[in-house]
């Protein structure tokens, strides 16, 4: 596993990372370094190469992640000249066994009234391979839509517990284990700045950095379900004038546009070219000349997935989207367990259970 990212200041710096090991739920553990670790817990980032021929410079660093002891949450912590305060990124990740299995059931509409809308996941453990004691509190459910945290299921508790067959059953009659199923992702393809790719507009290369305009949007409520494949919400970093995209591709403004009425709440630009996040930095602008919401992002060429997502209840975030049972999306089910030693959620079961693969 590689970390790999960008420092746009364009000349080499001093940085390092260190892993902090974390609960099921994302909390630091109380678990000191030598019980995950098998070394020391501090490296320094030495691998790097300069950019090439582009307008924004910039240093692209690699650092092979450290192998650890025991499955289960990591932070990576990076941060500059061994001043753990200057924090410099983190980034999530989870080292797993499958000592846990898992069974899908075929159904997975949502029910009642959100059957249109909404998708359910209902599945069972076994967990005959490991010696569970109070298996109630002792394991720990995660489910993941589309690799996103913010709107992630935790803690979810069984409905039904079969000690003879050492089964976990989690089919539910309520809204507890639904997600709105969304919509299939918009996207625009800037990998070339020689060619238009699919929903760009201008491209102005009259400043350094260029400006490029994503053709504006409008809504989709109300329409009916239009099947296309997407990356459900992620990005690829890609120059298709140039090898090596790592360090030949470009960093552009695109500015985001959708066409509409003042919406009930602040309207964000959604995927991971945000990294999911709906804090103010993803906020777009409403221009009452126009009436569009606008959103300017610094981004590497590339293909992107995005969404606009609606801040307020959960039931009208998918307001400009619509949401219908039909779409694809990728679900990760995260089964975590603590024994009595050592004290620490051990990832002892991870899954991907897509939903209406194409």
């Given amino acids: 596993m590689v970390l790999e990212f960008d420092d746009l200041i364009g000349q080499r710096s ?37 950019s090439t021929n ?34 410099l990124l983190s980034k999530r990740f989870m080292i797993y066994t499958n000592d846990i299995a898992l069974t899908m059931d075929a159904q997975n509409q949502g029910l009642g009234t959100l059957r249109v809308s909404n998708q359910q996941l ?28 913010d709107n992630a299921r935790g803690n979810i508790k069984p409905s039904f517990v ?28 800037f990998r070339s700045l ?7 507009g201008r491209l102005d290369r009259s400043k350094r950095p260029f400006h490029l305009s994503v053709l504006t949007d409008k809504s989709r ?38 066409a509409a009425s003042p919406l009930a709440g602040p309207v964000h630009l959604m995927g991971a070219l945000t990294d999911w996040d709906h804090s103010p930095a993803t906020r777009m602008d409403y221009n009452r000349a126009t009436n569009t919401y ?10 992107y997935d995005y969404q606009y997502w609606v801040e307020g209840a959960d039931q009208n975030s998918f ?16 089964v975590y367990y603590r024994p009595f030693r050592p004290q620490a959620d051990l990832l002892v079961g991870y899954y991907q259970l897509p939903v209406n693969s194409r």
Wanted: with cysteine; charged share 25%.
């Fill in 14 to 50: 001093n940085y390092y990372v260190r892993l902090v090991h974390c609960n099921y739920d994302w909390t630091k553990s109380s678990l000191q370094d030598l019980e995950f670790m098998n070394e020391y817990n501090e490296y320094a980032i030495t691998e790097y190469d300069l």
């Fill in 194 to 200: 020689n060619f238009p790719g699919q929903n760009t």
């Fill in 162 to 189: 079969r000690e003879d067959r050492r089964e976990l059953e989690y089919r539910f009659f309520d809204q507890s284990n639904q997600f709105m199923a969304g919509n299939e992702f918009r996207f625009v393809d």
């Fill in 294 to 303: 606008e959103k300017t992002l610094f981004l590497k060429q590339g293909w």
């Fill in 221 to 258: 409520e109300g329409q009916a379900y239009a099947q296309y494949r997407d990356m459900n919400g992620n990005y690829v970093i890609d120059n298709r004038d140039n090898r090596d995209p790592a360090l030949s591709a470009d960093y552009v403004f695109v500015t985001f546009t959708l």
């Fill in 54 to 87: 582009t307008s924004v410079p910039y240093v692209h660093y690699y650092f092979e992640v450290p192998t650890v002891k025991l499955p289960g949450n990591y932070l990576l912590v990076a941060y500059r000249e061994n001043d753990k305060n200057d924090l």
């Fill in 319 to 334: 307001q400009v989207e619509g949401s219908h049972f039909e779409t694809e999306n990728l679900y990760e089910v995260f």
């Fill in 122 to 149: 209902n599945f069972k453990l076994n967990y005959s391979r490991v010696d569970v004691v109070n298996p109630i509190e002792t394991v720990k459910i995660w489910v993941r839509q589309n690799q996103r945290w």
